[in-house]
């Protein structure tokens, strides 16, 4: 018998940032002016924010901040890691490491998922000791997470299953060695075309919960929402069955970005709109970004498997190709819309 799917929760690691949204009526109440000083702390819902495992009863939005970072494509890797060359593609992987980093000390609300460890391992090599033991803590207590964890999220379409386990153990060793670290998700969101040997070998024999991918065959994507199995188990290989499926996710949309009009990405999307907050003021968008992610959730809630279970769960990625090189841009405007003004509730 095949084995049954398992929620999207249940590989923890990709949740960097866990939000249950309530879709009580309640939400729709009136927004109150922002308290001065310390920080609201959900005016609709005094109180909802809780910690622990999705709820029963609401839809449990995932937040997944992440970067998408090519170890080459358009202009070298040194190029890519220091930001040279920014007339070919703005992209600057030490500033992303850098602010990210940053950003997470800040506020232990705040994760960040990472993949690339061609890149992470060379900011790791030029961190001072204590530094190094900062990040550390980072990655202890689950604000720096790993996902795919190979040395590049490899190609699978024309590469030898030699050379996908090779860039995948490099980039492993790297992690168990420095931080005790053991990837958990699969996370092959660029490659162009998904392969059997990628499941079976290299997601469910190596260990994963399940593997993440987009750029799935458009006529494949159709039939997949309207049938609502973009979420399934992959039996990727016929002689080993069933000890080799995984719970395999692709994403609605195609592509890895975040909803439409929630990229708050200082250089990729101009620093999109920001969110204006203060209720006094004639731009104030609080309301209008809180209606637009109720509306996305229940979208992505409706053509997926979440729908009619008892504990719904969407993913949303927030964030790109190469972005995160300001992450106070995306953490600012995020904490703005899930903390402050909404009846969003925070699961940690
Ligand atoms: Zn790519």
Not at 12 to 19: C, K
Not at 60 to 89: E, F, M, P, R
Not at 96 to 105: A, F, K
Not at 174 to 202: M, N, R
């Amino acid at each position: 018998m095949a084995p049954q799917p398992r929620s999207a929760v249940a590989s923890g690691a990709v949740v960097a940032l866990a939000l249950a949204l309530s879709l009580s009526p309640a939400a729709s109440a009136p927004l109150r002016p922002r308290p001065q000083g310390a920080r609201a702390q959900n005016p609709i819902h005094p109180g909802c924010i809780t910690a622990g495992a999705p709820k029963e009863g609401v839809l449990n939005v995932h937040l997944i901040c992440h970067s998408h970072d090519d170890v080459g494509w358009l202009k070298t890797v040194d190029q890519y890691y220091y930001g040279a060359n920014n007339s070919i593609q703005h992209a600057g992987v030490q500033y992303i490491i850098d602010t990210v980093v940053e950003q997470c000390l800040l506020n232990p609300d705040r994760k960040f998922t990472y993949v690339e460890q061609a890149f992470f391992h060379r900011w790791w090599t030029e961190q001072t000791p204590s530094m190094q033991k900062v990040v550390r803590g980072l990655v202890k207590r689950g604000q720096l997470q790993f996902i795919n964890g190979g040395w590049s999220m490899h190609d699978e379409a024309c590469t030898h299953y030699v050379s996908m386990i090779e860039n995948t153990a490099f980039g492993h060793r790297f992690l168990k060695e420095e931080f005790d670290y053991v990837p958990t998700v699969g996370w092959q969101i660029d490659p162009f075309g998904h392969s059997a040997t990628q499941a079976s070998l290299l997601s469910a024999e190596v260990g994963f919960d399940a593997l993440y991918f987009a750029r799935i065959d458009w006529q494949e994507a159709e039939l997949r929402t309207r049938e609502r199995s973009m979420e399934m188990m992959w039996e990727a290989s016929p002689s080993l069955g069933p000890d080799a499926a995984v719970f395999t996710g692709a994403f609605l949309d195609g592509g890895y970005g975040p909803p439409p009009g929630f990229c708050f990405d200082q250089n990729q999307c101009n620093g999109g709109f920001p969110v204006m907050d203060d209720l006094c003021m004639e731009d104030d968008n609080v309301a209008f970004y809180v209606d637009k992610f109720v509306d996305a959730a229940q979208a992505y809630a409706n053509n997926t498997r979440s729908a009619g279970s008892a504990t719904q769960n969407v993913m949303f990625l927030m964030g790109s190709d190469f972005q995160y090189e300001n992450a106070d841009g995306w953490y600012k405007n995020l904490d703005k819309v899930t903390h402050e003004h909404t009846c969003i509730l925070l699961l940690i």
